[in-house]
């Protein structure tokens, strides 16, 4: 029996594919965003003289990169976009204060389980988290999907990654994922897919953490089967018994403490108690990988009731509107405030380094992101740890890197 | 003769080209030829001449899917790209663009600053002392993807993608 990635390509490719082979494929969806946009309309009707989408209806656009625009150079290519949107009769435009792309598509139904799924980003392995084989790519190759209604790929060997028991008290997916980093490195799943087993317990947006760190291990999808959620979709993959897979990874969720990922590497990863002391200037909470209501739920646990360390600023930007919402409406995000943490638009944030609190040179920053990479969010002279929710805010709470488990009050930090 | 620049393992597209100097951000994209590597290697894109080598250790290319990265090789004239792991959104990217990717480790081969002639056809390097290195040839769906010119003319040509049976 096939692998997740075989089930799904074998139903876009129209035949039965094993890895390694080359296929063509029809693509189920295509998400674009702000900041490739302008490239890939460029190339789609300068290049390839395409007039319209193949499909408006399986495109969606979302303004998530820099939103709301931070320059008028932003703000004019957004209103490009815009006016593209509506010539082209796209009907989902997602806009500023939506959200990042991959937990919207997610919560509009409009990602679903075994779909293939295209994005411009290359966190779009996120789509992974409900059982769709989800991939980034460059412009050039999603102008191409835009035109025609497909692409091509090698069908990918796949790696798995098998969690078992259950995570202790203050650990969670973030530290899961940081775990397989350090395990199988930057490179370790390059060309393959990743399917991570055993994390039945896990909600969408949780999985979503583990699917969109698949692609900092290289991979070209980061796939859990969707199995037991009431999702539907052209293809519910399951975990087959019997597939081949290229390299199985054991990770005991019980012994696991928390993980963190220091200067400047994202597979650069060590126990949090190896660490030593790490003042820190600034505490992030936010991005598609750990933006989402849970993130913010187990941060406000810790927080509830006590105020930021000193000199500490922490900036919490949602994954979406709709965790907002959420977190607006059950009082996690009043307790943020109280705490002294400030609230962004939903979208990338200063994940890329291009607004909504850049880094200066010298900074530390914790992070709940997906890279460190020296420069990505903002002076090539700060420095990045990336780390859990939970540890985040354990450490907005010292001004130092801290063990959750130190600050908390005994009740399991993992929602289910 | 062609110039060698040599880079280290996990060379990703931030250091590439910063998020921060995306065309998205820029207020003329023609400025893009003036970034690559700009906060990496501050050197390279002012000494740069067309033809010359990369020469990388593993993982080239990991981190974001932005095409600018190798499109900003392009424009400055990089003439190949040689490492023994490249990432797997940046090689799609470089072989739609058209710039050649070859997969071998010659970093301990070459130094920085070598002079070189690459002969991209039969895919042989020789060195200023007469050392002659053989690059592994690449599959056939990316040699035809790099005849055309990149993925655009080929599918323009051919009107199917790589791989594909005609």
Redesign the interface.
């Known amino acids: 029996m096939p692998t997740m990635s075989e089930q799904i390509l074998s139903r876009v490719a129209g035949r039965p594919v094993r890895a390694g082979d ?3 494929a029809n693509v189920d969806l295509v998400m674009v965003h ?3 946009a ?2 890939i309309i460029r ?1 789609l009707h300068q ?3 395409a007039e319209r989408v193949w499909d408006p209806q399986r495109v969606a656009v979302v303004i998530d ?2 939103a709301p625009a931070a ?1 008028v ?2 703000a004019e ?1 957004q209103q490009e976009v815009r006016r593209w949107v509506r010539t082209q009769g796209i009907p989902n435009l997602f806009d500023v204060g939506r959200g990042i792309s991959h937990p919207v598509l997610v919560e509009e139904g409009l990602a679903q389980p075994g779909m293939l799924i295209l ?4 966190h ?1 392995t996120a789509y992974g988290c409900v059982g769709a084989f989800g991939s ?6 999603i102008a ?1 999907a835009l035109a025609t209604g ?3 790929l ?1 069908v990918p060997e796949t790696i798995v990654v098998r969690a078992r028991g259950t995570f202790g008290f203050g650990v969670g997916p973030k530290d899961l994922a940081l775990r397989a980093a350090r395990l199988l490195r ?2 370790g799943a ?2 393959a897919a990743i399917e991570w087993h055993g994390v039945e317990q896990l909600s969408v947006m949780e999985r979503m953490t583990l699917a969109t760190l698949s692609i900092e291990m ?1 991979a ?1 999808a980061g796939i859990i089967s969707p199995a037991g959620l009431d999702l539907t979709g052209p293809l519910v993959p399951t975990v087959d018994a019997d597939a081949q897979y290229q390299t199985v990874v054991e990770i005991d969720l019980g012994q696991l403490e928390p993980q963190v990922s220091a200067p400047h ?1 994202v597979d650069n990863v060590a126990d949090l108690s190896d660490l030593g002391r790490v003042a820190v200037d600034v505490v992030y909470l936010g991005t598609c990988t750990n933006g989402h209501y849970e993130d913010m739920a187990v941060a406000a646990q810790i927080l509830a009731g006590r105020r930021l360390a000193p000199g500490v600023r922490m900036i919490v930007v949602p994954a979406s509107a709709q965790a907002l919402q959420r977190a607006a409406s059950d009082g996690t995000l009043a307790t943020l405030l109280a705490a002294g943490a400030t609230i962004g638009t939903p979208g990338c944030g200063a994940c ?3 607004h909504m609190g850049v880094l200066a040179p010298g900074e530390v920053c914790l992070f709940t992101g997906n ?1 460190n ?4 969010m ?1 002076s ?1 002279e700060a420095q990045i740890y990336l780390a859990s929710p939970a540890v985040a805010a354990a450490t907005a709470l010292t001004g130092y890197l801290t063990d959750p488990r130190t600050v908390m009050d005994g009740q399991p930090v993992v929602s289910q | 003769m062609a110039r060698v620049w040599l880079f280290g393992p996990d060379i990703n597209t931030d250091q590439i080209v910063p998020g921060r100097y995306a065309p998205y951000m820029l207020k003329d994209e023609s400025e893009l030829r003036r970034y690559p590597f700009i906060e990496h290697r501050p050197d390279f894109a002012p000494n740069v001449r067309p033809g010359d080598i990369i020469v990388a250790g593993k993982n080239f290319g990991c981190g974001s899917s932005r095409e600018y990265a190798p499109l900003a090789l392009r424009m400055v004239g990089v003439g190949a790209i040689i490492a023994p792991l490249f990432a797997r959104i940046f090689f799609r990217n470089a072989l739609n663009l058209g710039i050649p990717c070859f997969t071998a480790d010659l970093t301990s081969e070459l130094a920085d600053g070598d002079e070189v002639e690459l002969d991209l056809e039969q895919g042989r390097i020789t060195t200023s002392d007469g050392r002659v290195i053989h690059l592994p040839p690449p599959p056939l769906f990316l040699r035809e993807v790099w005849a055309a010119g990149g993925i655009v003319p080929f599918y323009r040509q051919y009107g199917r993608f790589p791989g594909e049976v005609a």
Not at chain 1, 119 to 122: N, Q, R
Request: glycine share 18%; aromatic share 8%; no cysteine.
């Open positions: 080359v296929v063509t702000d900041s490739l302008p490239g190339i290049e390839l003289g990169h820099v320059s150079q932003t290519k994005g411009s980003d290359s779009s980034g790519m460059g412009s050039t190759d191409l497909k692409t091509w090698r930057a490179d390059t060309y290289g070209k590497y890329i380094g291009r890279r990479f020296r420069g990505r903002g090539p």
